[in-house]
């Protein structure tokens, strides 16, 4: 049983930053890779970052849209993920999720993800 945890969302105002983390729990937790997605109102949900979560070719992913703005990072010491949001925008208003993916797959396709977090709430003011 693997469990994640979301925390840092909140309330900022169009220009500010955010850090989410994600917290895996797990006998054996040792994912391929470890994703951040979002689900906006009335949107489907879609890809925001990815970051694989071992070894030291260390490979990153990220949906055009947060290209610059945000980043992705881990500490495979305290089984945590981060996404550092820089420069949020309305439109990155939305439920972000930390997700992971167990073999080496598409990190860009929803579907293939494994284990979900129950989510955090992002919303940027216009």
């Known amino acids: 049983q693997v469990q994640l945890v979301e925390s840092g969302g909140g309330l900022v105002q169009a220009g500010g930053a955010l850090r989410l983390s994600c917290a895996a729990s797990?006998?054996?937790?040792?994912?391929?890779?470890m994703g951040w997605l979002r689900q906006a109102p009335g949107k489907e949900r879609e890809f925001v970052s990815a970051i694989t979560w071992s070894g030291s070719m260390r490979a990153t992913y990220y949906v055009d849209s947060v290209k610059g703005r945000f980043t992705i990072s881990r500490d495979n010491a305290k089984n945590m993920v981060y996404l550092q949001m820089n420069n949020l925008k309305p439109d990155d208003t939305a439920v972000y999720y930390c997700?992971?993916?167990?073999?080496?797959?598409?990190?860009?396709?929803?579907?293939?993800?494994?284990?979900w977090g129950q989510g955090t709430q992002v919303t940027v003011a216009t």
């Open positions: 797990g006998r054996t937790f040792s994912p391929y890779a």
């Open positions: 997700a992971a993916v167990l073999t080496a797959r598409n990190v860009r396709r929803i579907d293939e993800y494994d284990y």
